[in-house]
């Protein structure tokens, strides 16, 4: 009796023993390819600027290097570089210290691609970072590295005070005050950006960072709203370190330049009353004409009245039979307020 029990106790063992082997082995479930858990490398690392330090920011990345959906991020992990600005090698390794860990999650909030924002602060003035950051799935599978930012640090130039905009004929003037630097140092120089966007939102930049406190920006169309705003910078041979940004302004440049005069005019006499032709003027934005008349004794011109574009006659019907008249015509454009075209050369007729 007791052997029989015996027997089946270790039956048991044997049975489990047996499970746990297969289970070990990799019968349960069979092993994934790396490509379908490993998720692509974010591409967006971007920073900005504030009062305490930098603020980065970076995309979720949506699916694995194989293309397949995924479900879910682990963590990030994020890795910074530090280099005395004297101590700098272009052509070196990036020292990378070990990584901190973020926060992951589900790629998607909704419909939305998921953002993360991360605060880098305590950065020592007179230093270049460098910054780089991975994804990780719960499978221990790390994306390649993302892009590589890289910044120089000094303690960030204040604002600049207001900046204003005149608009004129496709292209707007800008002008600011200047700032002077929290630190002073003979190698320091202060430099300006100007940042436009069309939406108030997205500002990117437009030209080349200057030493003066204006910008004509020549890159604009007439009609169309534009938002600006002004970022200082401190540059250290060559290198460049953001500071504050002004506060935006908008303007919409204005069309100021008037059309071409008509030619060809001519004045008729007929019994309904004077006819009054000229050429049709090859103007893209010509909104119409406006006729004037004079007495031969007058010096000052009576605007008779408008006429469509695709109209090139007019008839007085009210001048004097006794009367010698002069015609002219002019261009009006499709501006607000419209341009008015300088007078044509004078039209008239004997009586």
């Given at each position: ?17 047996l499970f746990l082997l297969a289970a070990g082995c990799g019968f349960k479930n069979k092993p994934l390819p790396p ?250 934005d010509l909104a119409g004409y406006r006729v004037y008349r004079r007495a031969a004794d007058q010096d000052g011109y ?50």
């Open positions: 009796m007791k052997n029989r029990c015996l027997v089946r106790v270790m039956g048991v063992f044997l049975f489990g023993a490509e379908s858990v490993v998720p692509q490398a974010i591409d967006d690392l971007r920073y900005t600027v504030n009062d305490k330090g930098i603020q980065l920011t970076w995309s979720y990345p949506v699916k694995t290097i194989k293309g397949s959906v995924l479900e879910d991020i682990s963590s990030f992990q994020l890795s910074r570089a530090e280099i005395p600005l004297e101590n700098y090698c272009g052509s070196c390794p990036i020292p990378f210290t070990e990584p901190v860990t973020v926060g992951g999650g589900s790629p998607l909030d909704g419909q939305t691609r998921r953002k993360v924002s991360y605060d880098s602060n305590l950065l020592r003035s007179g230093h270049k970072y460098f910054f780089k950051v991975r994804s990780r799935t719960s499978w221990f599978a790390d994306s390649a590295d993302s892009n590589v930012i890289t910044l120089v640090w000094f303690d960030p130039a204040a604002a600049t005070g207001k900046v204003t905009a005149v608009p004129g004929d496709r292209q707007v003037s800008l002008a600011w005050q200047p700032v002077t630097l929290k630190t002073a140092g003979k190698d320091l120089l202060v430099k300006y950006q100007v940042l436009r966007s069309l939406d108030g939102k997205e500002f990117t930049k437009t030209g080349d960072p200057l030493v003066a406190t204006s910008y004509l920006d020549r890159q604009v169309s007439n009609g169309r709203k534009y938002f600006y705003s002004v970022q200082t910078l401190t540059e250290y041979k060559n290198e460049i370190a953001q500071g504050g940004v002004s506060k935006e302004v908008t303007t919409t440049p204005i069309d100021l330049t008037p059309p071409v005069p008509p030619t060809g005019v001519t004045a008729v006499r007929t019994d309904v009353g004077i006819k009054v032709f000229w050429d049709r003027t090859d103007e893209a009576q605007m008779l009245g408008n006429v469509e574009p695709t109209h090139t006659l007019f008839v007085d019907t009210k001048a004097g039979e006794s009367v010698r008249y002069y015609y002219s015509i002019t261009a009006l454009d499709g501006a607000t307020p419209a341009n008015e075209s300088s007078k044509s050369k004078e039209a008239t007729i004997r009586n």
